[in-house]
DNA sequence: GCGCATATTGAACAGGCGTTCAGGATACGC
DNA sequence: GCGTATCCTGAACGCCTGTTCAATATGCGC
């Protein structure tokens, strides 16, 4: 019969199916309000096939949160290798960060991240790990200007830590959309804070400068 | 009988207790884990009690929100006005964002905030006075300070938003205790910050110098 | 073509939990 | 003292939802 035409036609494409329409029902309704029966319905699969594959909704949850951060920091990692200097690359993760690739819907999902990993071991593992590669890219960024003579912090592991946190408490701001707080605000608050932390003199040759 | 001693006794005692069990189930299990059985055990009540003083479970998590943040509030705005200038108040703010007063719990209970602020109306408006209340008294301090030539911003606004934010990031490595990250550092990190951002030269005379 | 491992489905199951409710105790005005 | 409004309880109800399961389809090695 035509009804039950697609089984086991590509499991593996369904599998990935089902890890997308979990991170998109997580961004649309939260964890809090994720259901197996709404996963089943974004993926357009059945429950089934869902605990199948996963075991169960904190499996599926698990799995798509893993795939996202991957992810999102391939897609990162790449672009980042085009900007041709310490101050370009710079001033490409203050824009990133800010809200190229639609990051306003990635910082509500990094706040629910956050929120879950005070209590569950995997979302923990995921944002621990996405934080280090940030923080790790943040921080090879600064020696690479360093090296080149754009930048001289007075300490530079402090203000990797500091430039770090800062974008993550704009961040919030930005994703529970205070009034005021826009990606261009944001793109210009840190800016200003890493040329004061960094002592930047140079302008970045690409990318519009603050403001 | 005795069995059923204390009934109708002192209903707003009652109230208080129910809130106060509230704040506390959602500390120890965060939002998603904290159910009407919970808030009535910790009070020592019965589940009625809880639904017939506020409703619902939404009723009582909210009421419990906005008792939470009077008393925090209030208690802080009366221990800031104990001290004696601009850069000591400033000294105190740091401090009391790092940790005293318990706050590393206070902070988890902050992440689980916003990330309900996402979409609950209720605690969107309790963290959205927070923040206002914090940073309106971050900005009295700089003012005065600037007023008192002991601070000299190149923009107060600004620096008010990212020295407001940079607790924010920083909290988040405080409350999911990222190796690295006390809140002695949090307030030696934030300090530095302060001083790079509004320029102080005269170091608090109360309270240790950072570090 | 046959049989077996793998996929997939939809229905049924069962537990958890918010809410309702009928009933009682207490304080308080009269 | 009596009646009434308020306070409080514990049990029962019923829905929601994760998980289980038997049945079926599909692809694949032989």
């Known amino acids: 019969m035509a009804r039950a ?24 309704r939260g964890f809090a309000g994720t259901r197996v029966a709404d996963i089943a319905l974004e993926a357009g699969t059945s429950q089934g096939l869902v605990l199948y594959h996963f075991g169960s909704l904190a499996g599926a949850l698990a799995a798509g949160l893993t795939m996202l951060e991957d992810e999102f920091y391939d897609d990162f990692a790449h672009h980042l290798a085009a900007e041709d200097g310490p101050v370009e690359r710079l001033r490409f993760m203050a824009e990133l960060a800010a809200g190229r690739g639609a990051a306003v819907g990635n910082w509500a999902l990094w706040l629910e991240l956050w929120a879950r990993a005070l209590r569950d071991p995997d979302a923990r593992a995921v944002r621990e790990s996405q934080d280090r590669r940030w923080r790790a890219a943040l921080r090879r960024v600064i020696d690479e200007g360093v090296a080149a003579g754009s930048f001289s912090p007075s300490n530079s592991a402090k203000s990797v830590l500091r430039l770090a946190a800062l974008m993550d408490g704009l961040a919030v701001q930005l994703a529970l959309n205070e009034p005021g707080m826009t990606t261009r605000k944001f793109t210009e608050l840190w800016w200003e804070s890493a040329v004061l932390e960094l002592g ?7 990318g519009k400068s603050p403001r």
Chains 1, 2 share one sequence.
């Open 5 to 28: 035409a697609l089984a086991a036609k590509a499991p593996e494409e369904r599998r990935e199916r089902i890890m997308l329409a979990t991170i998109a029902v997580v961004r649309e």
């Open 200 to 206: 930047i003199t140079e302008p970045a040759k690409r």
